[in-house]
């Protein structure tokens, strides 16, 4: 299995609750170069799932639609901050082997879920950037088995898209 772990993009920091903000323009463009880039990298997700907070929804949309597959974005409240990695890891496990999924979620459970895929003691030496991607391969669901293909920062993407 190959997993795409995708912060949300850049978000505004006025709304009436944190679960609100929405995407900055700014944010908008690095969702889009993510999509794109990830496009060119080969990825051929036949899911992206999402934390269900506007910014990180907005995200996946946004990347789904420049990956320009028919994938289409489910909301999984197992991608909201401080969910364990065991429940990401009962989600993926009805998918077949060969799947690719993108997880579009937040900081710092992402990191944390990351380092756990890969067997890394420190999460925090695992950032992502708003908008930035890592890549996994997962041969086996289990925490500590899972390989880092790469961890790309949002201008990264922006050079490949």
Aim: hydrophobic fraction near 40%.
């Amino acid at each position: 299995m190959i997993l795409y772990l995708l912060r949300h993009a850049t978000a505004s920091r006025e709304a009436a609750t944190d679960a609100e903000r929405k995407l900055t323009k700014e944010g908008r463009r690095e969702a889009q170069a993510a999509g794109k880039a990830l496009r060119r990298l080969g990825a051929r997700p036949a899911w992206i799932w999402s934390s269900p907070l506007v910014r990180a929804c907005q995200t996946a949309e946004i990347a789904a639609e420049a990956l320009g597959d028919s994938a289409e974005v489910q909301i999984k409240e197992e991608l909201e901050n401080g969910k364990s990695t065991q429940e990401i890891l009962a989600l993926l496990k009805p998918l077949p082997a060969d799947s690719e999924v993108v997880l579009v979620g937040h900081m710092p459970s992402l990191s944390e879920h990351l380092a756990a895929l890969v067997g890394a003691n420190q999460p925090g030496n695992l950032p992502l950037d708003k908008g930035g991607v890592a890549c996994l391969r997962l041969d086996d669901l289990r925490p500590g088995k899972g390989e880092l293909r790469f961890r790309l920062r949002n201008e990264q993407l922006e050079r490949i898209a």
